[in-house]
């Protein structure tokens, strides 16, 4: 059980835009602790895809997006290719656990 | 651009010590905060500690006494130690830059499994 929830898996069709939530609590996200997102490919490490919220690091595609609200956040990715298909990870600080804490994950399927 | 490589024994047995380092190239361990994190089917990506290159540490209080993070600016690397294995610390255990926010470069990985 992550301490931040994600859906197990999200589809879309090549071109299409989808979301990805990610929803903490008071102690996490709605504290006020930064998001950050990763892309996953299998046997690969995490790769960063946006940081602080909002902002993409050098050299990530602005198909990426990220946005937050009270104590959920979402990735967004538009014009799906299908080269995105990954997990995708949300990532915060939890200040009662005092730990950096992660999500379960989503599996992007391009259809 | 940074790189990252973590080295260690692969195969462990329970009760045994873990001893993981991370070599950093194309880049300096100094004025940097550097994290150890693991995957596991069971329990997905868990944030295990991190360590700035003057040496003070900070720990996930769920590992309790069982994790040391060290490093070593001469050989540009930082390491891991963590006690007492059980089959639940069967992982691939990742090096990181990065402390409490994000985490901008990583290593590729090396499985841990532990077995008794």
């Known amino acids: 059980q992550s301490v931040l929830t994600q859906p197990p898996s999200v589809s879309g069709a090549p071109g299409q835009r989808v979301t990805i939530s990610c929803t903490g609590n008071n102690s996490n996200i709605g504290a006020g602790y930064d998001v950050h997102w990763y892309q996953q490919f299998p046997g690969a490490a995490p790769k960063l895809l946006i940081y602080?919220?909002?902002n993409r690091p050098s050299g990530v595609s602005d198909r990426f997006s990220g946005s937050k609200s009270g104590a959920s956040t979402s990735l967004a990715i538009s014009g799906l290719q299908a080269d995105d298909e990954a997990a995708y990870y949300c990532q915060s600080y939890d200040g009662s656990l005092s730990a950096v804490v992660f999500g379960g994950g989503t599996k992007l399927a391009v259809l | 651009q940074m790189q990252l490589q973590e080295s260690g024994p692969g195969l462990m047995k329970t009760s045994e010590s873990l001893s993981l380092t991370c070599t950093v190239s194309g880049g300096s361990v100094n004025s940097n905060y550097w994290s150890w994190i693991r995957q596991s089917p069971g329990k997905g990506l868990e944030w295990i500690g991190f360590?700035?290159?003057?040496?003070?540490?900070k720990y996930n209080p769920s590992f309790g006494n069982r994790v040391t993070i060290s490093v070593d600016t001469s050989k540009n690397q930082f390491s891991l130690r963590l006690i007492s294995l059980t089959a639940a610390d069967t992982a691939v255990y990742f090096c990181?830059?990065?402390?409490?926010?994000?985490?901008?470069?990583w290593g590729q990985g090396t499985q841990i499994t532990v077995s008794s």
């Open positions: 990181a830059r990065g402390s409490t926010g994000d985490f901008d470069f």
């Open positions: 360590i700035y290159y003057s040496g003070n540490t």
């Open positions: 602080g919220n909002t």
